[in-house]
């Protein structure tokens, strides 16, 4: 593979999608579908012979110039998921790209520091079932790790969404573990109170299964 049509439709989506950020959830939902399933088909795709520094090129500065305006915003649920996924994807092309970009681009360092140098982008954790269930937790992770004075209820919540739809195979202590042991993110125990509680954190969820279809 040189650069094949997926790549350019890729390109174009994340190009569209920076210039639609004032558009609603709704209406952003078909286009955030769209860069989902292209971004499953790179996950296949770039493993094979590719010309990283023309993907490189194509895609990161447009997923730059997004994840600045969410950096600098208030994102919508559907644009941090796609925040979610645009940093997946810039991290997959640097992880498959290293030689070109470890000499090419210094900000490798700093983004292996904050992805992690050894986390593969295909590598589902222990205790989760599927990578479509890791995704849609690292949505919910990425929404909720900032809101310290709510750790449990959000966090009890994603345990029994994700248990709920057989997203994990862990019990609530092995999921504290993960989340303390990874994440830094400590509460005292998974509260059934919170296992279907909260409008927001119904909707943002299904969004999330929706987007990671």
């Known amino acids: 593979m040189i650069i094949n049509h997926n790549i350019i439709e890729f390109a174009n989506c994340i190009k569209g999608l920076n210039i639609s950020t004032e558009m609603s959830d709704k209406e952003i939902l078909p286009l955030a579908i769209s860069i ?82 050894s986390e593969l982008i295909n590598q589902i954790p222990k205790g989760f079932n599927s990578l479509r269930g890791y995704k849609i937790f690292k949505s919910m992770l990425s929404r909720y790790k900032d809101e310290t004075e709510i750790t449990m209820a959000n966090f009890s919540f994603v345990y029994y969404s994700l248990d709920k739809d057989g997203f994990i195979n862990m019990n609530g202590v092995g999921f504290r573990a993960f989340l303390a042991d990874n994440y830094n ?9 919170y296992k279907e509680n909260g409008n927001d954190r119904i909707h943002f969820y299904n969004n999330a299964k929706e987007i990671y279809k």
Do not use: M
């Open 36 to 117: 989902e399933q292209l971004y499953s088909k790179l996950t296949r795709e770039i493993t094979n012979e590719v010309d990283f520094v023309a993907v490189y090129n194509l895609l990161v500065p447009p997923i730059n110039k997004f994840l600045d305006w969410c950096y600098k915003n208030k994102p919508t649920e559907v644009q941090s998921i796609l925040k979610n996924t645009l940093q997946l994807t810039k991290a997959l092309i640097i992880e498959t790209a290293q030689p070109y970009v470890y000499k090419k681009e210094q900000e490798l360092e700093d983004l292996h520091k904050k992805f992690g140098a």
């Open 185 to 193: 993110i400590h509460f005292d125990r998974i509260n059934s109170r």
